[in-house]
C-alpha cells in the first residue's frame, strides 16, 4: 500500500513486460519465443500487483497458464515430430498435423488477446486497470500496446508460422503415415 512501493513495482513491471516482448521476438527456437513471452507475462503481473489490481491478475494468471501451456505442447509435439525448432525452416505442417495445428492456431490467438478467448479477458483487463490509473494512464497504454503488439507477432512465430506455407523440402520427404 506504500506508494513508492507500487510505483515501483508498476515500472519494473512494465520495463519487464516490455523488454521480454522484445526479445521474445528476437529468439530463432519455438519454447525460446514462449520462454520470453512468459517473462514478458511475468513483468504484467508484477505490473497489476503495483496497480492494485490484484483480481486482474489473478484473471490474467489464468489465462496465461492456459494459452501458454497449449503452446509450450505444441512446440513440443512440432520439435519432436521434425526435428526443428526454428520456426523459419517451418512451414505447412498443418498438412500433416491438423489437429496440433488447430491447437496452435487457438492457443495463438487466446495470447494474442482475441475475442472471445480467455486470453482477452486478461488483456481487457490489463488495459483497463492501466487507463484507471491516473498518474500512470499514458505510459501504461503505451507500454501494453506494444507489448500487445510483440505478444501477437511471438504468437504468430510459434502458432502459425510452423503450419502454414509450404513444407520444407527436407520434412516433405517423410511419408505422412510417419507423422501419425
Known amino acids: 500500500g506504500e506508494p513508492l512501493w507500487d510505483d515501483t513495482l508498476v515500472v519494473f513491471g512494465g520495463v519487464t513486460m516490455l523488454g521480454a516482448a522484445v526479445l ?5 527456437q519455438l519454447k525460446r519465443i514462449l520462454a520470453y513471452s ?11 500487483i503495483g496497480m492494485g489490481a490484484a483480481k486482474a491478475a489473478a484473471t490474467y494468471l489464468l489465462a496465461h497458464a492456459l494459452f501458454k501451456g497449449c503452446l509450450f505442447l505444441v512446440a513440443g509435439s512440432v520439435t519432436k515430430q521434425t526435428g526443428l525448432k526454428d520456426p523459419e525452416k517451418l512451414g505447412g505442417l498443418a498438412r500433416v498435423m491438423p489437429i496440433t495445428a488447430a491447437a496452435a492456431v487457438l492457443g495463438a490467438l487466446s495470447m494474442a488477446g482475441m475475442f472471445p478467448l480467455i486470453g482477452f479477458v486478461g488483456k481487457e483487463l490489463l488495459l483497463k486497470a492501466g487507463l484507471e490509473h491516473p498518474e500512470w494512464a499514458a505510459a501504461l497504454t503505451g507500454v501494453t500496446v506494444v507489448s500487445a503488439v510483440l505478444t501477437v507477432m511471438a504468437g504468430f512465430l510459434v502458432g502459425a508460422r510452423p503450419f502454414f506455407g509450404a513444407l520444407p523440402d527436407s520434412l516433405g520427404e517423410t511419408r505422412e503415415a510417419d507423422w501419425r
Do not use: K, Y
Open 38 to 48: 512468459t517473462v514478458s507475462s511475468l513483468g504484467t503481473l508484477v505490473l497489476f
Open 24 to 28: 521474445a521476438t528476437r529468439q530463432n
